[in-house]
């Protein structure tokens, strides 16, 4: 059974900065793609980045240019940079691995940006 355990979700300020780490249960190398997405309060779960075995990346246009995905083999963490906070960042973020035969999800943190 595969776990992916997010951390690092807060409680911050307009235009701060968080760093979400996910930390897998085994190799990150074994997955084909893994990345972030996220989901406010009624909303759908969108795409925030992925990054590929390769170390390819792919953002949501609405985080283009302020988020920054990065992996870490050795560690099995997959990380997510977020600087330039706004509001409209809140939201539950789930962490996500893809292998060749199924996909999973992490428990989910919560990033709050307020003033």
């Known amino acids: 059974q595969v776990q992916l355990v997010e951390s690092g979700g807060g409680l911050v300020q307009p235009g701060e900065s968080l760093r979400l780490s996910c930390a897998a249960s085994?190799?990150?190398?074994?997955?084909?793609?893994m990345g972030w997405y996220r989901q406010a309060p009624g909303k759908e779960r969108e795409l925030v980045a992925t990054?590929?075995?390769?170390?390819?990346?792919n953002y949501g246009d609405s985080v283009k240019g302020r988020f920054t995905i990065s992996r870490d083999n050795a560690k099995e963490t997959v990380y997510l940079q977020m600087n330039s906070l706004k509001p409209e960042d809140t939201a539950v973020y789930y962490c996500n691995a893809m292998d060749s035969w199924r996909t999973y999800w992490g428990q989910g943190t919560q990033v709050t940006v307020s003033s």
């Open positions: 085994r190799s990150i190398f074994s997955f084909n793609i």
């Open positions: 990054i590929t075995r390769g170390s390819s990346t």
